[in-house]
């Protein structure tokens, strides 16, 4: 059975360094991380814009980049970050959507966690007014990853039964609620600790460390989907459980303890 863990994407602080709580500085370097992401103003690409970071997180995906085990990630250095929310500092000569001081968001896999990025303009989303930032950066790759798996890798309908392994966690709480707005029921596995709150979401959680659940879903006639950040140690339980025509879908490579387990250069 893997492990997992709940809340595996915490929100960063605004414009702070994700593993020391410290604002980074320019040049700052940490075990190859950290190096400046961004360039003076004249040297901005024409369609190119250049943000002042105000919130990121540090999603499983940053923390695999650091550890060096994120599939296909570039050599250090480089500084992490797929989630960004900033304020518009600069504009490239051919950049006229946004003005100076503007609020965005952007989807992207490097730079996030230093206090600027340079970023192509079609990239970039405004961020309405009187949206927390805080709050919406955990929509940018987290919800965004839950989103395409249910509507395009599974099409998750209104009826169906769907099983989310870390259900407490991030894309697992965004699969949750997401699930829910499809009309599915959403079973998954969690700590014993987080059950409580849950079930008062309307989900149907079970114990992760034990493998009791595989033969409940089995009697319980099987899901049409299940979502597995956990990978190759788990797959055949979930499969399992699916029924017949049922999609697994694995995401995440949480699988993966070192650099040795990647087949890419």
């Known amino acids: 059975m893997g492990r997992e863990k709940d809340g595996n994407a915490a929100a960063g602080d605004k414009g702070k360094d994700a593993h020391s709580g410290k604002r ?45 085990i994120d599939p296909f ?46 970023l192509p303009e079609n990239y970039l989303v405004r961020v309405p007014d009187g949206v927390d930032g805080r709050t919406a950066v955990a929509l940018i790759l987290d919800w965004a990853t839950a989103y395409q798996m249910l509507h395009r890798a599974t ?57 009791n659940w595989i033969a409940v879903i089995q009697e319980f006639g099987g899901v049409d989907a299940v979502f597995d950040p956990l990978g190759l140690e788990s797959f055949d339980e979930s499969y399992s459980v699916l029924k017949k025509g049922g999609v697994l879908v694995g995401y995440g490579m949480n699988c993966l303890r070192g650099p040795e387990h990647l087949s890419a250069p």
């Open 24 to 68: 980074p500085t320019h040049g700052q370097t940490q075990a190859g991380f950290g190096r400046p992401a961004w360039t003076p103003r004249e040297a901005l690409r024409a369609d190119w814009m250049q943000l002042a970071v105000e919130y990121t997180i540090a999603s499983g995906s940053d923390v695999n980049m650091r550890r060096g």
């Open 73 to 118: 990630q570039k050599r250090p250095p480089l500084t992490p970050g797929y989630s960004i929310i900033g304020k518009v500092r600069a504009n490239g000569n051919d950049c006229s959507k946004f003005k100076t001081s503007d609020c965005v968001a952007c989807l992207w896999k490097y730079e996030g966690q230093a206090e600027r990025v340079n």
């Open 155 to 211: 099409h998750v309908t209104a009826g169906q039964k769907i099983f989310v392994h870390a259900l407490s966690g991030a894309v697992g709480g965004a699969l949750l609620r997401l699930g829910q707005l499809q009309g599915a029921q959403v079973l998954g596995t969690a700590s014993l600790k987080r059950h409580a709150e849950l079930r008062e979401l309307g989900a149907v959680p079970f114990d992760y460390s034990s493998e």
